[in-house]
């Protein structure tokens, strides 16, 4: 497969990926309290937004990309 193709598909997935989640989740560890040898953590969750449009945009784009990669073909 050409370049164009590869690529085309990779944005499709990630498009439809981003699309479905809307965002990334992950857990981070944070010192509360540090006196002397006693410690405490605390897990907090954050989340990284991602617009719908920027999946739109890359589904859009791979789209395009097989497209012009056919008509390359």
């Known amino acids: 497969m050409k370049t ?3 690529t085309g598909i990779i944005l499709v997935v990630i498009g439809i990926v981003i699309l479905t989640y809307q965002g990334i989740t992950y857990t981070t560890r944070e010192k509360v309290v ?3 040898p006693i410690q405490m953590t605390a ?3 954050k989340t990284l937004p991602l617009p ?3 999946g739109g945009i890359a589904l ?3 789209i395009v990309l097989l ?3 056919k008509k390359k073909g």
């Open 4 to 6: 164009y193709t590869w």
């Open 34 to 36: 540090n006196i002397g």
């Open 43 to 45: 897990e907090k969750t």
């Open 52 to 54: 719908p449009i920027v």
């Open 60 to 62: 859009v784009g791979g």
């Open 67 to 69: 497209v012009v990669g």
